[in-house]
Each structure stands twice: as C-alpha cells, then as structure tokens.
C-alpha cells in the first residue's frame, strides 16, 4: 500500500491522525487483500462548512488515482450527493434525478440515452459494466457504490460548532457494493481516530442522508456507526 | 409469501407452523430489503442425513414471494445437489467452471459448445447470457452465488443401560447431516446476505426436540470463498466481528 497524497492546512494537528490513519488502512488492506483488486484507492478528505479541502489522504494499491475513483469522487462533488452507488430503483431515480437537475449538465444523445436507460425500472439490473464506463467517459461520474459523504457538527470544549464534511471515496474490491461498506468502514476507523487526537471535540454526525440508499444503510447497521 | 413445499421427517408431527420462527425471519428479511426483490423471490431450503448408501432429505422448505420469482434458487439448490465437493454456487471464473462442468457431464456436442464458450470468455460478464440459459435449463447449472452448503452433526445424549456393565448410564450418539440453503431474487451478493441470515435463524430453530442434542455446523469451506468469508466476518452473519479463525464454529 502506498500514501498517493497528503495535504493538510495545520500539518501539526493533522500529521499523527494520518499516521494512524495510513496504520488502521494498512491493516485493513492486509485483512481483506482476497477482496481488494490491484489497483484500489482509498480518499479521505475534510471540509469546512465552505467546501474547502482542509485535511486529504489518498493510499492505493498504486502510484495513482483509478479513473472510477475520480469519477466518485466527482459524482460525490454534487452538492445533494450523499452516496454513489445505484442498486435499486429508488437510488437509481434519485441519482439521476439530481444530475439532470444540475444546471449545465450538457446531455448528449448517447449519454442521455445511457441516463435514460438507468432512469427505466427495468433497466436497473441489466446495465452492465459497460453503461457506467461510458458515464464515466461521457461525463467524469461514475455510478458505483464506494462514494459516501457525511456532514457533521464538531463542538469543542468552549461550546463553539463547526460544521464539517466528511468524504470519503473507496474503490477496488471485486464485489461493487462492497466498496461502500469499506467507505463506510474507513469512515468508522477516522470517527475513532478523530475522538482520540481531539480529545476536547465531540462531533455529531447525520448519517440521515446516506441512510435513503438501502446499501449503505445496512452497512451502516453492520459496521456499528454511531451518528454521535 | 406462500410456502409450495414442506416435508419434516425430523419431527412427523410438527405441521408448517412449528416452522413459524424461521417463516417470520424469512418474511421480515424479504419484507426489509423488499426494494431490492423488484420481481420476487425464492428460498429453498434441504436437511440430508448423510447415512453412508442412502443420503436422505429429512426436512424440506421451498417458499416464494406472493408474485413468484427468484428462479435460480431451485438451480443453486440442484447444483449443491449434483455437485457435493461444491460448499457453494458462485464462481466468476469463466474457466473453472468449464472445468467443473468437464468433471460431472459426459461429453457430448452441446456441453463441448458451451464449454468452449465460457473458456473463450474473461469473465462471467463476457458469456453471452443464451449459455447461461441453456445452461440453468438443460444441465441445472449457474455461476450465480446464493446457495449454501452446511455440514452439520447432531450429537444426541440418551440415559440407556449399558448392556456389558449392566449399568445406566448417558449414552451418546452422533449423526451426520448437512443443509443446502438457495435464495434467489436479488443481487448475488445480497442472495448470500439473505441466505446466510436464514442460515442463522434455521439454527436456531432446527426442527425437533433438541433438549437432549449438541448440534455443531462447519463453516470452515464457507470462509474460503472470499465474498462469503466477507459476509461472515463483516455481516454480524455468524460470528463476532473480531474474529478472524478459519476454524469450525459452533453456532
């Protein structure tokens, strides 16, 4: 496993957590290697309430991002995206939704009718790999589960609130919904990481937004996130 | 949800209704995961005794959503059925599986055609679905996961007069058995969720009068398969999270 990138605003507060960040991966590389492909990526970034990056990680397998991580991490970018991945027909409809809504969204006939297809009920489980590829090489967005993002309130010892975005984009285990269980599981990991580092903080997180896409909301039971 | 086939040699008089603990998890597992079964589903479940000449089904459950569905369910269960060195269906490799189907049928034009089909194909996703359909129709055959194979051993304690000491004494005596367990209806890897929570909830109600047994399951060819080894170990399916042995459990 390799650290790709690391950024920081205050080095010295953040450095130790993405130190012990980059272990708890490690670690989780190793465990679950039968079920990472060769080119995973994990990105883990943190935002303030102006979506400005303060804190960014990025480990992988390789020297490099996959395209599908950026296409999530892109799809991720849209303000009303919580979750990346389409596996029913409810998500499905509400992802489409939201990217028709964006405004210069420009469709083309070949990628609207991709769009279009993905919006028919019947279409959901028969898009194959090769739709979503060509999203992502139409637009930049890829599908697929392993994107989630997570606001949530930090309070410090004074009282004073902050209002935080957690991201975080896994790609690269060969079953696709579970990209977001490990999304979900490095999320679970920096929660921990983040309460020990930052002793006088507690931070509330609405995990409400994800919890309307069914994948995520059963990992989330599983996984034993707490939205405090 | 209707149940369109029961038979309990395990416990003659118990009807469907003593099966009414695992009936309910079914429906409240189907119930709460219902968006992603748009077209139905079906759960077969199989006890075999495996008595050396005559393995025999003891116990048998097939039920399926009020709209029907979940077609590979009777398929996965007939592969576990025609292939006992399978612990489960699922298999994305187009090769191996040629090779599997090399080993049980009798070569013949049309499993040569089919087979030279999947070893032309990189992966699942490659073969053209007309192979799969003939070969779920014709040989009862699929590479889909969600069908599950528990070995099982039931240890049943008796007080009994042992007949050289002429004393009583606890006597015990061991069986053999095994569970095939096939859910179909939604994505593969939500089959295996599904069907590994029945799993979960037969054990606890295993049909029969179990005051007196120790019933132990091995799991250990199951956590082979890394998607399954997943849904053991994450899934809170079986087992503490923090549990990483490859050894036999005893649920």
Redesign the interface.
Known sequence: MQRIKYEADNTKHFSPIEADLRRAITRLAV??R??FTNDWTAQIQIKDDNNNTFFQAVYGENDSISREAIGKINLLSLPRVSCTGV????TTYNLCEIILDKDDFGISETSGDLIQQLLS?DMV?EL??SAYQKILKEYGYYFRDGGIKISCKMINASGATEKRIIQIVFHGC??T??NT?YAL?IFRLLQQILARHEEGNSYEYDLEPLRKN?TAD?FIR??GIAEA | MKVTYYQNDIDPSGDQNSQSPLLLKIAELTDQYGMQLPDGWRNAIRIRKLEDDNPHNVFALDVESDIGGGEYANTKLSMLEQFPELYYTGEHNTVKFAILLDKRFAPDSTIGRLNQELRAARTTAQVNPTIWEELQRKYRVTHWYGGIRIPMRITNACWSTNTRRGQESWDTHTDSYEILLAFSGAKEWMDVYIALQIFKELSHNLPGDRKHSRVSYSLTELYMDPLINFHLRNMGTLIPRKELSYATNQV
């Open positions: 465990r679950d039968g079920l596996n029913d027909r409810i009920a489980y194959g790999e060969f079953a919904q579970f269980y599981e069914n059963l599983k996984t």
